[in-house]
């Protein structure tokens, strides 16, 4: 640590500034971060990108280390996603693996920019309306089973354009957990000669181990599967900024590249979205693939499979409560319980559960574009800490239900409830609200109570958000979180 006094005094601040976060540690928040419990997986982390910082990623041949260690990072792929002969790139997460292997499958499919569309589930991240408004392609989202939530091979092949160049599906989902039919999806790809997208982002990096025979193939052993995403920042325990993404051939991965050297500079050539960028989440999670192995990994596996199954078995166990689908791996959602007598609102009892210590995650209801509903949910990431605080979460979630069982779903702030009821009655334009400027939405968040300079602590009231989620259109909602997080990151 450094010992001279300004940088003693900027570094006290910054952990002051820390000290307001959620904790990042300990199991508490059941989103966003993965936590391995392994502290010295973090030291380690922590010294490799460390050791990279001043390293420019853009240019490998001159900062060789960069490719020595993505070689071994995509060896460690290949091998435990059962593509021997795929290649790859790591990239910054998620989002810019998926938007990648959308890029690809179209270069490679050599369709004009501005045309084509993908297929994908209801269920599918969000990075994929990412990708297609980028790219300027039309996604297709295919409702899922509402029972089991995972997409059927029938509705996918249903939604098929002349114009569709790819695939896609999840293994497992984000809002639920399940996995779609990947073998069967395959034989629809491979019969369709389209090529398919895994998306493993979430949970690729624990599936790999995941003690259950009954588990589907779900990856490069699935014929007819042309690229897979999995993240690092995820059951991979890196810190954010690393992910793998994997084609079953070099052409389609070559589709990815963006090169050129038709300019008066250096020749132009990056595998990924950014020009100049850090080794750090490359280095971070080589070091820790070389700490933990397949075994280490193995044991981290076993216990979130362990605390999944304890705690998905006791939200059973809750009158007015169940899991939704049927969750492969290390993610579920629950919902309220129609065919239970006293319904237990999902969103409400998060928030009970969140006043007992634990941050969930609330989650809109969704209608698909047949008609039929995703009900609202609450989602749960289980990460190997988790083991350590099971028995107070069950705890909680019990004692949560037993709260408010009964109760209503909550109502959206009044001035959104009223501005839905304008929209719905027509007497309000929703093209006028879409065209509305900064300041007057931000004067509709304030008037809602939502005001991204009020509390200070930046701490939301989800639950009556997502209310408004769902009672609202939602280019009407998303406009308006825009404007909330626009503001609550600049100066007033
Ligand atoms: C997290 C996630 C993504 C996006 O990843 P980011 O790292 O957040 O950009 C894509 N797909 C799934 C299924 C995910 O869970």
Same mark, same amino acid.
């Given at each position: 640590m450094t010992a001279d006094p300004r940088s003693v005094r900027i570094l006290a601040e910054l952990e002051s500034l820390r000290d307001n976060d959620a904790p990042t540690h300990g199991g508490r928040v059941l989103s966003y971060v993965y936590d391995s419990g392994l502290a010295e997986l973090d030291e380690l982390a922590a010294a490799a990108a460390r050791l990279v910082?001043?390293?420019?990623?853009?240019?490998p041949t001159v900062f060789t280390s960069v490719a020595a260690m993505e070689r071994e990072v995509i060896t460690f792929g290949r091998k435990i996603f059962h593509g021997d002969q795929t290649v790859g790139s790591v990239t910054s997460g998620g989002t810019e693996s998926c938007l990648l292997a959308v890029k690809a499958a179209r270069d490679h499919a050599g369709i004009a920019a501005g045309s084509g569309s993908i297929v994908v589930p209801s269920?599918?991240?969000?990075a994929f309306d990412k990708a297609a408004k980028l790219l300027g392609v039309q996604i297709i989202r295919v409702p899922v089973d509402v029972g089991t939530t995972a997409v059927t091979v029938g509705a996918v092949e249903a939604a098929?354009?002349?114009?569709?160049?790819l695939i896609v599906a999840s293994a497992p989902n984000y809002p639920t957990g399940t996995a779609d039919p990947v073998v069967e999806l395959g034989e629809l790809a491979l019969a369709r000669e389209l090529p398919l997208h895994v %998306?493993?982002? !979430?949970g690729g990096f624990a599936l790999a181990w995941w003690? %259950?025979?009954? !588990?589907p193939p779900w990856d490069f052993r699935v014929p007819g599967v042309t690229s897979l995403s999995a993240d690092l920042h995820k059951y991979g325990y890196t810190p954010k900024g690393a992910s793998l993404l994997l084609h079953s051939d070099r052409d389609r991965h070559r589709a990815q590249y963006f090169a050129t050297t038709d300019w008066p500079g250096y020749p132009v050539v990056n595998p990924t979205l950014l020009g100049s960028r850090s080794a750090a989440g490359l280095a971070a999670s080589w070091a820790i693939i070389e700490y933990l192995g397949e075994d280490g990994f193995r044991n981290l596996v076993v216990r979130v499979a362990d605390s999944s199954r304890r705690l998905t078995k006791a939200i059973d166990g809750i009158d007015g409560l169940r899991v939704v689908?049927?969750?492969?791996?290390?993610v579920f959602a629950v919902a309220s319980d129609p065919t239970s007598g006293t319904v237990v609102d999902t969103h409400r009892w998060s928030e009970a559960v969140s006043k007992r210590g634990f941050a969930l995650q609330v989650q809109p209801g969704y209608t698909q574009t047949d008609g039929t509903v995703l009900p609202p949910t609450t989602h749960l990431t289980i990460t190997p800490v988790t083991e350590q605080i099971v028995d107070e979460l069950v705890e909680a979630f019990v004692a949560a239900a037993d709260e408010v069982r009964g109760l209503p779903a909550q109502e959206p702030p009044q001035a959104l409830a009223e501005l839905a009821e304008l929209l719905a009655g027509g007497s309000l334009d929703i093209d006028t609200v879409l065209g509305l400027p900064s300041e007057a939405t931000a004067a509709a968040l304030v008037a809602a109570g939502v005001d991204p300079h009020g509390g200070g602590s930046g701490e939301l009231d989800m639950p009556a958000i997502v209310a408004a989620v769902q009672a609202l259109p939602r280019s009407v909602t998303a406009k308006m979180l825009a404007e909330f997080l626009a503001s609550f990151t600049n100066p007033a």
């Open positions: 910082q001043p390293v420019n990623g853009l240019d269920t599918a991240h969000a098929l354009r002349d114009d569709t160049f %998306d493993a982002c !979430l003690p %259950d025979e009954s !588990l689908g049927e969750p492969v791996g290390p």
